[in-house]
């Protein structure tokens, strides 16, 4: 299964339900983002590796295939996936064993794969960066999940879903969305499509005032324009924190549970800002 959409807009949501809804949905899923995987050790850590079969090898590793064997395999940014590697993935995909890193002896697994990409595969199969036998051989079956912008009703449907959780989440059970609000909400583009509308009612629920959130608790700047004030991870934590210190008047253990961390990543985070209790 090959699922297409722009980044936050919930793919591995669907790769999940699919396995759910699967044969092998008491097996094991395995998540692994490509990206996130230096190029230099993604053969490794995909497929395996024996001890002593590199420098700093000091034991073997079972590969991420092996750990899914029987269940699900999904493969974020497929696209980052080294030709290498590509290679060797698509002999799998065509049922063959294959050798880890340093080993003598041939694995054979049993996988459903799924893969998923932000990018246009299309255009990195132009460039060679991605092999096309591999991109019509993971394309057979092929979902395409629309932006959040483009998904109508689905803005109110979540918006609702993620108050309720942040709701009980941070212990304010009484707090509401102001219809103004709601109506920034829908008119808004999300350019960081669901995981974007998660993130602003996160930080809304912890810093509405009231027992309402009202438009200025959203962190956004114009309800059409599709911005943020800004991106700075820094900014909304400094925020944040300075919020939860005045609500719990100082009280760090109490601040720390408002905001779902731990005290002593909380006192760093206070360091690190210069924020005064």
Same mark, same amino acid.
């Given at each position: 299964?090959?699922?297409?959409?722009?980044?936050?807009?919930?793919?591995?949501?669907?790769?999940?339900?699919?396995?759910?809804?699967?044969?092998?949905?008491?097996?094991?899923?395995?998540?692994?983002?490509?990206?996130?995987?230096?190029?230099?050790?993604?053969?490794?850590?995909?497929?395996?590796?024996?001890?002593?079969?590199?420098?700093?090898?000091?034991?073997?590793?079972?590969?991420?295939?092996?750990?899914?064997?029987?269940?699900?395999?999904?493969?974020?940014?497929?696209?980052?996936?080294?030709?290498?590697?590509?290679?060797?993935?698509?002999?799998?995909?065509?049922?063959?064993?294959?050798?880890?890193?340093?080993?003598?002896?041939?694995?054979?697994?049993?996988?459903?794969?799924?893969?998923?990409?932000?990018?246009?595969?299309?255009?990195?199969?132009?460039?060679?960066?991605?092999?096309?036998?591999?991109?019509?051989?993971?394309?057979?079956?092929?979902?395409?999940?629309?932006?959040?912008?483009?998904?109508?009703?689905?803005?109110?449907?979540?918006?609702?879903?993620?108050?309720?959780?942040?709701?009980? /989440?941070?212990?304010?059970?009484? @707090?509401?969305?102001?219809?103004?609000? $709601?109506?920034?909400? &829908? %008119?808004? !583009?999300?350019? +960081?499509?669901?995981?974007?509308?998660?993130?602003? /009612?996160?930080?809304?629920?912890? @810093?509405?005032?009231?027992?309402?959130? $009202?438009?200025?608790? &959203? %962190?956004? !700047?114009?309800? +059409?324009?599709?911005?943020?004030?800004?991106?700075?991870?820094?900014?909304?934590?400094?925020?944040?924190?300075?919020?939860?210190?005045?609500?719990?008047?100082?009280?760090?253990?109490?601040?720390?549970?408002?905001?779902?961390?731990?005290?002593?990543?909380?006192?760093?985070?206070?360091?690190?800002?210069?924020?005064?209790?």
């Amino acid at each position: 299964v090959f699922i297409r959409g722009e980044s936050g807009s919930g793919k591995e949501l669907v790769a999940r339900a699919i396995h759910r809804a699967s044969p092998r949905a008491d097996r094991p899923m395995v998540s692994v983002n490509c990206a996130a995987i230096p190029a230099d050790i993604m053969e490794s850590q995909l497929f395996g590796h024996k001890a002593g079969a590199f420098t700093g090898a000091d034991r073997d590793h079972v590969g991420y295939f092996q750990q899914a064997d029987l269940g699900t395999l999904f493969l974020d940014e497929i696209g980052e996936l080294p030709l290498e590697g590509q290679a060797k993935l698509l002999r799998i995909l065509e049922g063959h064993p294959f050798l880890p890193v340093g080993a003598t002896k041939e694995v054979q697994v049993d996988v459903r794969l799924i893969a998923a990409t932000n990018q246009d595969l299309q255009k990195y199969v132009r460039e060679r960066r991605f092999r096309e036998d591999l991109f019509y051989r993971l394309s057979v079956f092929e979902l395409y999940l629309p932006p959040l912008r483009d998904r109508g009703d689905d803005i109110g449907l979540l918006a609702d879903f993620f108050l309720d959780h942040f709701r009980r /989440l941070h212990g304010r059970p009484n @707090l509401q969305l102001a219809d103004a609000a $709601r109506e920034k909400l &829908l %008119a808004y !583009r999300w350019p +960081g499509n669901v995981r974007q509308l998660r993130n602003v /009612l996160d930080s809304a629920v912890v @810093l509405a005032e009231e027992n309402t959130i $009202r438009p200025s608790d &959203l %962190a956004l !700047r114009d309800s +059409g324009s599709g911005d943020l004030d800004t991106l700075e991870i820094e900014h909304w934590e400094r925020k944040l924190i300075t919020e939860a210190l005045s609500r719990a008047a100082g009280n760090v253990p109490e601040a720390a549970k408002l905001l779902g961390i731990g005290r002593a990543t909380l006192y760093r985070k206070i360091e690190q800002y210069h924020i005064e209790r």
